[in-house]
């Protein structure tokens, strides 16, 4: 069991404090985070690891806003979203996360540059400035020529970049990435974590990523595992990069 | 607007689903158009009664007769400005198919009286002038292709033994109002009168009565009853609009069948478009959790959801209304002289918008409200 350390890093971009989520089925409550500690700047990238039911996906739905804890606080860059309202959160959420999911997740029936545009539907962004983000988005993930392409005309590794153009492409404070290579063959799940450690490295995203797989997690600069809820673990991987971590006593 | 390509491909995303769906608005509202085009044919005649003219007819009923001696004494009533007389004369010009109505009129009081049907002067003159003469509406003088001097026979099946009356075409009137009836025929009381049998002189179909004011409709038609109480030919006198529905009513119910056929076509199209709609959304679960997982706020979620319904009505309306205006006038021509007034009314292509839209709305609205109650853990599951 990690031991609780609420003395992290008060300026650190993400900052969760005693974070519990707890689920009902029938009479039977079943806590899935417990307690969990966790102070991440910005610029780190992190992996979650752990078994299925270990709360992976639970702690990155509630880091996303997805979810709301059933005790605990989440801050992001000094704002607490653990008490926004659903609709403050959606406001939120389009401002500061990006996400990208195992299985991409993409608008079947929108091309490629439709898809990664969403975000900046929301915006106040007129037709030619969104135009440009969404250019300069598809060339950072390298399908500049695959833009007119429905999802159905590319290959996974493709889907996948045109998944992580549309969530960088409104800038947002930190990327959360759901498996992100959990679909796809190691050629392509190299590149799409070479594109990954690149938005870290060269453009500064703050990036949580889970997975399952070893290989990915070390592409990460820190790897905390996660056992029935519960900070079991945190190992350097390829640069120190977590400012405080601390698991929650359950 | 921003979101018209995401609406738009989300509307195309089964095409089959919704050429169906749009298939289904456009009969739809082709029936309602239909619907409300019979509808107003049979009732709106009601509608376009003079609220300044009194029908008075026998108290039995309009087939039975009154004498024309009633004319002057009516007359002298005060309130009343003018009297005219007509006689339906129910005869057939070449066949029984060709039916248009003819009525026998007062040429002395006819135009005083019936001010909306205008006959150009000098017609009208050479009408006095011709005791064979007739006025035709122009909607049958156009479906006959009659014009002013031609000799028109017309065969009787109430007076006499049969023989075919001839008449000369003298004048085409034409209604003030788009909806005013041109399938008349009249000709004068005269030359009836001259040739009907001796049983059948002196006896007029019904009066109709011009007030100096619609305030006085009420006590001049108490007055001219009261005149004639307890003789052998008794009237009964109404308002020309309660004339006109108490005409209707010998048809049946039109207006509550009309209703009944288009609450059901209503309904079905309610529950087809909703099903639709609620299948389209279900399918979509998983990308409407993306899109609220994105930003998209829960009211965002449901204007794109009640945009689709619209779009779908919208269209399928236009559809079904384009439809009803070209077939319309087709059918009215067919069945020019039964039902004189079958017009699509802007009024009526209006309400058929309304009507597509209300259904549209309320068809998105239930799968809408769904869509933004959706929890986006629970709808990224479903991905």
């Known amino acids: 069991m990690v031991s609780v350390n609420n003395n992290g890093n008060s300026s650190a971009l993400i900052q969760v404090r005693g974070l519990n989520k707890a689920y009902h089925r029938g009479e039977e409550e079943i806590q899935v985070l417990q307690g969990l500690n966790l102070d991440v700047d910005k610029g780190d990238f992190v992996a979650f690891m752990g078994p299925s039911g270990s709360g992976k996906t639970t702690l990155l739905n509630l880091l996303g806003g997805l979810d709301v804890p059933s005790a605990g606080t989440i801050s992001v860059a000094g704002d607490e979203i653990t008490h926004m309202s659903s609709s403050r959160l959606t406001e939120w959420r389009a401002r500061h996360v990006g996400l990208i999911f195992q299985m991409y997740n993409l608008i079947p029936v929108l091309t490629a540059y439709q898809n990664v545009e969403l975000p900046l539907l929301l915006t106040r962004l007129s037709r030619s400035e969104r135009r440009r983000h969404v250019e300069t988005a598809v060339s950072i993930v390298g399908l500049a020529d695959r833009m007119h392409h429905f999802p159905r005309q590319l290959s996974g590794g493709q889907e996948q970049r045109v998944a992580i153009a549309r969530a960088i492409v409104s800038d947002p404070t930190f990327l959360l990435c759901d498996e992100p ?23 500064g995203k703050t990036v949580l990523m889970v997975t399952h797989d070893p290989i990915v997690a070390a592409r990460a600069d820190t790897v905390l595992h996660l056992e029935k809820g519960v900070l079991v673990e945190a190992s350097k991987s390829r640069q120190p990069a977590v400012a405080g971590l601390a698991g929650g006593a359950a | 607007m921003k979101f018209n390509r995401l609406i738009l491909a989300n509307l195309f995303r089964k095409k089959i689903r919704l050429a169906l769906t749009l298939g289904s608005f456009a009969v739809a509202l082709f029936l309602f158009a239909f619907l409300a085009v019979v509808k107003k044919a049979f009732t709106g ?58 009525f026998v009129i007062d040429p002395e009081n006819q135009r005083q009286v019936v001010p909306e049907l205008v006959v150009p002067e000098d017609e009208w003159k050479n009408f006095l002038k011709d005791r064979q003469g007739a006025i035709v509406g122009a909607r049958t003088a156009k479906r006959f292709g009659w014009k002013i001097g031609d000799r028109i026979p017309i065969k009787t ?30 000709f004068q009381w005269d030359y009836f009168e001259e040739r009907v049998p001796e049983r059948f002189k002196g006896l007029v179909g019904w009066y109709a009565v011009k007030l100096d004011s619609p305030d006085d409709a009420v006590r001049v038609a108490k007055a001219i009853d009261a005149e004639f109480a307890n003789s052998p030919y008794e009237t009964k006198t109404e308002t020309e609009s309660a004339f006109a529905a108490s005409w209707v009513k010998q048809f049946g119910n039109i207006e509550f069948l009309i209703l009944t056929i288009g609450s059901v076509v209503f309904f079905t199209l309610l529950l087809v478009t909703g099903n639709t709609m609620a299948i389209s959304v279900r399918e979509r679960t998983g990308e409407l959790g993306i899109l609220k997982a994105i930003g998209f706020k829960d009211g965002t979620v449901l204007f794109l959801v009640l945009a689709e319904a619209l779009a779908i009505a919208l269209v399928g309306g236009f559809l079904g209304l384009g439809l009803a205006i070209l077939a319309i006038p087709a059918l009215a021509s067919a069945l020019s002289g039964l039902l004189p007034n079958l017009i699509l009314s802007k009024s009526m292509l209006t309400a058929g918008i309304g009507f597509a839209l209300l259904v549209g709305a309320a068809s998105g609205l239930l799968p809408g409200l769904g869509a933004m109650r959706l929890r986006v853990v629970n709808a990224l599951r479903r991905v």
């Open chain 1, 181 to 203: 290579t959990g679909d796809l063959d190691r050629r392509s799940a190299d590149e799409i974590m070479a594109l990954i450690e690149e938005l870290v490295d060269k453009h």
């Open chain 2, 45 to 102: 005649g009601a509608d376009l009664a003079n609220a300044r003219r009194l029908v008075a007819i026998n108290r039995v009923s309009i087939i039975n007769p009154i004498p024309l001696s009633y004319r002057d004494k009516i007359a002298r009533i005060p309130g009343v400005q003018a009297v005219t007389h007509n006689n339906w004369f129910g005869g057939i010009y070449q066949d029984e198919k060709n039916f248009f109505p003819q």
């Open chain 2, 157 to 186: 099946t109430i007076y006499g033994t049969g023989g075919a009356w001839e008449f000369i075409i003298d004048g085409i009137y034409h209604g003030q109002r788009r909806e005013d009836d041109e399938t008349q025929f009249w």
